[in-house]
Nanobody, 125 residues
């Protein structure tokens, strides 16, 4: 069974940094697109960032571009999200996700088959 186990998150002040990590259990992880989404109560799950299998192609939501960095280590089967200059509006439950594919660019949560358990990120002003 495919499992994604998340770590990181917590409560920080505006301007601080946090790093989220997601460990993927399947040996074919390196062939998949990995992504991060976030969600607040009563709202749809929102795309944050995605990365292709080699790490050479990334995609970011405009709201996080220049502040967040997605990266992956296929030897360790992990994908990370480095979040800098955090803002109160970044507060949400963050989810990692993976799908089969070659190119980034799909930003709907419906395109992703496997999900982590979610981790809370709270940013105070």
């Amino acid at each position: 069974q495919v499992q994604l186990i998340q770590s990181g998150g917590g409560l920080v002040q505006a301007g601080d940094s946090l790093r989220l990590s997601c460990a993927f259990s399947e040996r074919t992880f390196s062939t998949r697109i990995a992504a991060w989404f976030r969600q607040n109560p009563g709202k749809d799950r929102e795309f944050v960032a995605a990365i292709n299998w080699s790490g050479g192609s990334t995609d970011y939501a405009d709201s996080v571009k220049g502040r967040f960095t997605i990266s992956r280590d296929n030897a360790k089967n992990t994908v990370d999200l480095q979040m800098n200059s955090l803002k109160p509006e970044d507060t949400a439950v963050y989810y990692c996700a993976v799908r089969f594919g070659v190119r980034v660019g799909l930003r709907s949560s419906a395109d992703y088959a496997y999900w982590g358990q979610g981790t809370q990120v709270s940013v105070s002003s």
